[in-house]
């Protein structure tokens, strides 16, 4: 779930030595492409070497950017190089509703890459209207990605009805960092040097305060202000601790707890308390905050741990504490999927299946980037043990929780404004939450009583 930030200039290929009868061909559809959604390096989609080999030229679209874009160009670099038969290009697009409207709009105008990167939430949006091709199973298992490879929930998550249409890199679930210094001092580090465990939002607020008290400002920190995926991860962490279900019925009602959700508004509405954390503050603050040692934990995606690592504070990390009864965190995953093709091109869907897979098991890099890789036997290896703090927070990945499924929900997405405009007030303001929750349910009802537009 990466933030959006800069865009690095999308990979270049290597110069051709000369166009198959096919380049020629579509050669018109891939200048179009072109024209329509940006700069898409490499289009044709086949080529010879100087030894009359052919390399088929592949599409792949992503939004990742930053330190995530360059551990994605490094791993697409890395399956070119040992599969000489393909040659991946990469368009790298601006994260949130640009990307999944381009992407939305090339496939359904027969302009789709090969092969794209979506959040698996997405998926339910995108699936029934056509815009995606499932995935073989039996021919991913024939590339070693089986069923039993990955957590259930992130498996589970790639389905749509009875089809498999999305295939994970990674989960990037909701975590908790903390500083090593301030916890040893605030009496909060257990034998083992790691956070003592936690199991209720009592002893959260006790340990919060032991860590002010050694900050001089915060216990935590947290950054929601004008920001709905912030507000959203948090909220459904903690509603989902206390073993309730949000479901979108589709041109129906939205099926929720109440007093679940209220229990959560509320914790939320203690913790933002000016002391535990402060009453307001945006995403890039808390990280701010945290980092200079104003306080000793923060509530945040594993996307930030390479923030922590760079800022050189003594620093670990942990699933989010079981405050609630029962073991959930919210997350994601970045998923590789088959955006339609009109004409399908049985080489190339060939080699999509042989990239995706060599990605996957090459996915160590994708670990030091914060994510928890979705191929199990990546997160089984000694590598990822010897990763901290990535292998504490491994376990997540047995209580994932992705965002209800429904056409207009999921990361980026308009579900999660609705939640803002909702509930902000109620953190900062301190509205009521029961309210609060009503008007977002009351929003989100009125999108479901609407068609999908796919």
Same mark, same amino acid.
């Given at each position: 779930?990466?933030?959006?930030?800069?865009?690095?200039?999308?990979?270049?290929?290597?110069?051709?030595?000369?166009?198959?009868?096919?380049?020629? #061909? &579509?050669?018109?559809?891939?200048?179009?492409?072109? #024209?329509?959604?940006?700069? @898409?390096?490499?289009?044709?989609?086949?080529?010879?070497?100087?030894?009359?080999?052919?390399?088929?030229?592949?599409?792949?679209?992503?939004? &990742?950017?930053?330190?995530?874009?360059?551990?994605?160009?490094?791993?697409?670099?890395?399956?070119?190089?040992?599969?000489?038969? /393909?040659?991946?290009?990469?368009?790298? #697009?601006?994260?949130?509703?640009?990307?999944?409207?381009?992407?939305?709009?090339?496939?359904?105008?027969?302009?789709?890459?090969?092969?794209?990167?979506?959040?698996?939430?997405?998926?339910?949006?995108?699936?029934?209207?056509?815009?995606?091709?499932?995935?073989?199973?039996?021919? #991913?298992?024939?590339?070693?990605?089986?069923?039993?490879?990955?957590?259930? %929930?992130?498996?589970?998550?790639?389905?749509?009805?009875?089809?498999?249409?999305?295939?994970?890199?990674?989960?990037?679930?909701?975590?908790?960092?903390?500083?090593?210094?301030?916890?040893?001092?605030?009496?909060? @580090?257990?034998?083992?040097?790691?956070?003592?465990?936690?199991?209720?939002?009592?002893? /959260?607020?006790?340990?919060?305060?032991?860590?002010?008290?050694?900050?001089? !400002?915060?216990?935590?920190?947290?950054?929601?202000?004008?920001?709905?995926?912030?507000?959203?991860?948090?909220?459904?962490?903690?509603?989902?601790?206390?073993?309730?279900?949000?479901?979108?019925?589709?041109?129906?009602?939205?099926?929720?707890?109440?007093?679940?959700?209220?229990?959560? &508004?509320?914790?939320?509405?203690?913790?933002?308390?000016?002391?535990?954390?402060?009453?307001?503050?945006?995403?890039?603050?808390?990280?701010?905050?945290?980092?200079?040692?104003?306080?000793?934990?923060?509530?945040?995606?594993?996307?930030?741990?390479?923030?922590?690592?760079?800022?050189?504070?003594?620093?670990?990390?942990?699933?989010?504490?079981?405050?609630?009864?029962?073991?959930?965190?919210?997350?994601?995953?970045?998923? /590789?999927?088959?955006?339609?093709?009109?004409?399908?091109?049985? %080489? !190339?869907?060939?080699?999509?299946?042989?990239?995706?897979?060599?990605?996957? !098991?090459?996915?160590?890099?994708?670990?030091?980037?914060?994510?928890?890789?979705?191929?199990?036997?990546?997160?089984?290896?000694?590598?990822?043990?010897?990763?901290?703090?990535?292998?504490?927070?491994?376990?997540? %990945?047995?209580?994932?929780?992705?965002?209800?499924?429904?056409?207009?929900?999921?990361?980026?997405?308009?579900?999660?404004?609705?939640?803002?405009?909702?509930?902000?007030?109620?953190? &900062?303001?301190?509205?009521?939450?029961?309210?609060?929750?009503?008007?977002?349910?009351?929003?989100?009802?009125?999108?479901?009583?609407?068609?999908?537009?796919?």
């Amino acid at each position: 779930m990466t933030p959006p930030e800069p865009l690095p200039a999308p990979a270049r290929p290597p110069g051709l030595a000369g166009l198959s009868r096919r380049s020629l #061909l &579509l050669g018109g559809a891939g200048l179009a492409s072109v #024209l329509a959604v940006g700069s @898409l390096a490499g289009c044709a989609p086949g080529a010879t070497t100087a030894s009359g080999a052919t390399v088929e030229q592949l599409k792949f679209w992503h939004l &990742l950017s930053g330190g995530d874009g360059i551990k994605m160009s490094a791993l697409v670099d890395q399956a070119n190089e040992q599969n000489p038969g /393909f040659h991946a290009t990469q368009t790298v #697009l601006a994260w949130g509703t640009p990307y999944y409207t381009k992407l939305a709009m090339a496939s359904a105008g027969g302009r789709a890459p090969d092969v794209a990167i979506m959040h698996a939430s997405r998926v339910p949006g995108y699936a029934p209207g056509g815009l995606l091709d499932p995935w073989d199973i039996d021919k #991913l298992a024939s590339y070693g990605l089986r069923e039993q490879d990955f957590a259930p %929930a992130v498996w589970k998550a790639g389905f749509n009805g009875d089809q498999l249409y999305s295939v994970a890199l990674d989960s990037h679930p909701f975590i908790l960092l903390y500083n090593t210094d301030v916890a040893q001092q605030a009496g909060a @580090l257990g034998p083992d040097g790691r956070l003592v465990d936690i199991s209720s939002p009592e002893q /959260f607020l006790e340990v919060a305060a032991a860590m002010q008290a050694v900050t001089g !400002k915060h216990g935590a920190s947290w950054g929601y202000l004008n920001d709905g995926a912030q507000l959203w991860r948090m909220f459904y962490t903690f509603y989902k601790q206390q073993g309730a279900d949000m479901v979108l019925r589709e041109g129906g009602t939205v099926e929720y707890d109440e007093a679940a959700a209220v229990t959560a &508004l509320e914790f939320m509405q203690t913790l933002t308390d000016g002391t535990a954390m402060a009453t307001a503050s945006d995403i890039q603050s808390g990280i701010a905050e945290f980092v200079s040692g104003e306080s000793g934990m923060l509530f945040t995606g594993v996307w930030e741990v390479p923030s922590a690592e760079a800022a050189g504070i003594p620093y670990d990390a942990s699933i989010i504490p079981t405050l609630f009864g029962t073991p959930a965190v919210y997350a994601d995953s970045h998923a /590789f999927v088959l955006p339609r093709q009109s004409d399908v091109d049985d %080489a !190339k869907r060939e080699d999509v299946y042989e990239m995706v897979a060599t990605i996957l !098991k090459d996915s160590i890099s994708w670990a030091e980037a914060g994510h928890i890789p979705a191929y199990g036997p990546v997160v089984d290896s000694p590598e990822y043990a010897a990763l901290v703090p990535q292998a504490h927070y491994a376990e997540a %990945a047995d209580y994932l929780n992705y965002d209800p499924p429904a056409w207009f929900s999921g990361s980026g997405s308009d579900f999660q404004t609705y939640f803002l405009d909702s509930i902000q007030s109620v953190i &900062l303001a301190k509205d009521d939450a029961a309210a609060g929750m009503r008007a977002f349910v009351a929003r989100v009802e009125t999108q479901l009583s609407r068609p999908a537009p796919v």
